[in-house]
């Protein structure tokens, strides 16, 4: 077993453990209504789902980090030996899901010492620096090895080292064995459930894990995006935010134009989630009173007329949406570093189903969007908050920008994105936080919104962007909403009262939304990484607004990390 030194002192381990600074989401409990009032079949496929689950964590583990379990076994054989730094270790070990994370001020967390974040992760050799990457992979394509660049730089390759070349091995060959334990599992839960679409997708992706075949996935995400009225959700999400190696090869002028040449496209590693969940049928009737306006806002996306989109008003709108109380969320979609997934849209528009004719699918998580401490909030507006507009801002009002967003990524430019490099994620989330904001004047003159709740999502928008430090450059999610507050404020979308408290102009911040948009989907279509970069490097910057806000907000909220707790999926893992 290897050995490792824990990082953390134990003055910081119980400051990071202790509840005023680890906040906890609930997931649905043991004996939980929506468990209780499902069949007895779906009961019984949702343990074989939560295995299933399990077991793709664990290969996810390895994917972000090849010292994840073998720590995970050190800190075990210690706690079982007493140790209390371990065990307090452990418990952030598991909210994080690895040893290496952020917390919510930015600040990055390593457990172990001596292990640092690497750019590419666990999907690349740990010892390879971005020059030697850049260097094999012009060599190689210099060599005519054409397949085997193909194969290195896939979404679903783990790249290991082959003599002095790299080799690309498909993720499902990989981890064989652990997947062949993920579809068993699956096929069981498929005999179980009762609802026969859903059946039919769980089979698919069981095929999908038996064998290496990219085709095989695209079925199975065709199928899962087309569900809509199933008591179950079982979800397999492949997201590439992570991959910062991969990126890098837009730098590269030569290597550029060598892929170019023998149409490559490099597209960041897929890091791999799952999430199981009950579909509440109320919330889900409320997210789709958006669907019969997607058509109008894909009309009146920037640009409509360069570039085709999954969302069109000559064709049936392939968006699902389901509102889920959640019982397990493990690997890439349950890691709690910094925050945690409110929502996803997938597949994303890399994947081959969409070319297949698929469309895609919302997820919304009930129990992370869940706001646990009423007085927490209010102390925080009465802190950031003009008192004049505290009346406006509503935690439900996230939720529908939230649907906004997430509905955002399936407008504007689908292709192209890769040459973004690095930029690309924040570009994009840019694009759908924009988007979301842009049409809520349309939404409310369409009657999707009253006037009242235009206010509500105005002010809680700006309100709720506002951190409590400056991220890194890596973290996309955060770092655009850095940008999209300096933007605001120089077009005077919000100001600072004299007190240093926000006040909402809010007439002003759609059509700085719509401005923003337009110059995010330009970029986007015109595929430039130089344009893109300018334009991150322009726009993020920490302002003297936000460092008052952030300030206020550090008094308010000690929060630094954040976990899960499962107690339904728990027991079902027991029985």
Known sequence: MTTYEINLSMDELKKRTHKDYLVT?????????????????????L???????????????????????????????????????????????????????????????RLAKGIDEKLGKGVYPEDLSKEEFHNVLIRMLKESKIEEVKEILTQRSIVVRAAEDLAGIDYIDYFSEDFAKMADEL????????????????????????????????????????????????????ENYEDEMTGTIVENEELSELLKEHGISPIPKDFLGARVGIVNKKGTEALMEIKKYLPTLADNMPFNNEYKQTISSDADTQQTMVDVDMVFAGGDVGAYRGGITLA???????????????????????????????????????AILDKEQQKYYLDEADHWFTIGHENAHSLGPKEGSEKLGKYRNIIEENKADMASLAFVDLLTKLGMYTHEQRFQIIVTFITDNFLKSKPTLSQAHRVRTVMQNKYMHE??????????????????????????????????????????EKYVNDNFVWTPEMETIAQKLQKVSKTLNGRIENELAEKLLQN
Not at 513 to 529: N, T
């Open 187 to 238: 096929e069981i839960a498929s005999r179980l459930s009762t609802n026969e679409d859903f059946n039919v997708y769980l089979i698919l992706q069981a095929k999908a894990l038996r064998k290496a075949d990219p085709m095989l996935d695209a079925y199975a995400d065709k199928k899962w995006a087309e569900l809509q009225d199933t008591p179950l959700e079982f979800t397999i999400t492949r």
């Open 344 to 382: 996803e849209n997938l597949p994303n528009s890399d994947k081959l189903s969409l070319t297949i004719g698929g469309g895609r699918r919302n997820v919304y998580h009930r129990q992370i969007r869940f706001i646990s401490d009423i007085e927490k909030l209010k102390e925080r507006l009465d």
């Open 491 to 532: 077009l005077g979308a919000y100001e600072l009262t004299p007190d240093g408290k926000i006040h909402v102009n809010i007439d002003r911040v759609v059509p700085a939304a719509r401005q923003m948009l337009e110059e995010i989907v330009r970029i986007q279509i015109d595929g430039d990484f130089n344009k893109a």
């Open 47 to 109: 343990k074989h789902l939560v295995k299933a689950a399990v077991i793709l964590e664990k290969i996810n583990m390895q994917i972000d980090c090849k010292h994840n379990l073998p720590f995970k076994e050190f800190l075990e054989k210690e706690i079982s030996k007493g140790n209390e730094q371990a065990k307090l270790t452990k418990i952030l070990f598991d909210a994080q899901k690895g040893v290496n994370a952020i917390d919510t001020m930015s600040n990055p967390i």
């Open 25 to 45: 989401k609930k997931f649905l409990k043991a004996d939980a209504p929506e468990y209780l009032a499902l069949a007895e079949g779906d009961k019984a496929a």
